[in-house]
């Protein structure tokens, strides 16, 4: 036991010595190391601390960063825009004259997304028969049609090649003035279609709100050219996001009980 003693204190005080001077008493421990900051935390930071900055913001400027094109303000005294108006003018006339009959295909409807789709199709129609003019759905950056999103028309005015894109929108007359979003705009690279330097316009068509029996009792052709519009940060996932395998902790899928 002497010699078991004697050979084991000076390895154990050896030891010791070692831990303190890696860690002298009294210090505190070692700080932990933060993690990576992602590129995206600032923009995330600034969307919300800041949320003024995201609103009043041109749509031409919006078109110009995502598309790298520009929205050229509609002019009236050129012998061009002045056509276009008058064709979009004659055109909308036509097509509320129609609808508002009793016969009319929206008189079937009873939801006012579905009353847009006759009002996009007929006003189509109306435009691209006008001497001089041609219209037809945007295509996407991948040459493709794609119904959903803005804009919803595109009109060439053939003697200059001007290109006007035109987005109908239908809005209850009593509504007008209200602040509830109306205008929606998601850019996006393959299926974008905002391709040309061109017009953007947008056409309210008012309607008195009544499901099945609409009447439709004026129109707004309005310019975005000066059009200020606002962010809203969303942050959002689907169900294929959440319900991944990995992310999964426990499950339990009730069996269908066999009938007899």
Request: aromatic share 6%; hydrophobic share 35%; charged share 25%.
């Amino acid at each position: 036991m002497k010699l078991l003693a004697t050979t084991l204190l000076p390895l154990i005080a050896l030891s010791l010595q070692a831990c303190d001077r890696r860690l002298p008493q009294g210090s505190p421990p070692p700080p932990k190391q933060s993690p990576p900051v992602s590129p995206i935390y600032p923009i995330i930071k600034t969307a919300l601390s800041d949320p003024e900055s995201l609103r009043n913001i041109l749509f031409s400027d919006v078109v110009r960063a995502s598309s790298g094109k520009e929205i050229i303000p509609l002019d009236p005294n050129l012998p061009a825009d002045a056509e276009l108006i008058a064709a979009l003018e004659n055109a909308i006339n036509n097509t509320l004259l129609r609808f508002n009959r009793p016969d009319s295909p929206t008189s079937t409807e009873k939801r006012i997304n579905e009353v847009s789709k006759h009002f996009e199709a007929a006003l189509r129609l109306e435009i691209d028969s006008t001497d001089g003019f041609v219209c037809a759905p945007p295509l996407t950056r991948a040459g493709k049609t794609q119904h959903s999103g803005y804009p919803d028309l595109r009109i060439v005015h053939q003697e200059t090649g001007r290109v006007s894109y035109l987005d109908p929108k239908l809005v209850a007359s009593d509504t007008i003035n209200s602040s509830l979003r109306s205008f929606y705009f998601t850019p996006k690279n393959k299926t974008g279609k905002i391709q040309e330097d061109s017009h953007h316009l947008l056409l309210g068509i008012e309607h008195d709100g009544h499901n099945g029996s609409w009447k439709f009792t004026g129109w707004n052709l309005v310019d975005l050219s000066l059009l200020k519009i606002r962010l809203k940060p969303e942050f959002q996932a689907s169900n294929r996001d959440i319900y991944r395998k990995e992310l999964i902790l426990s499950k339990n899928q009730t069996k269908k009980v066999p009938t007899d």
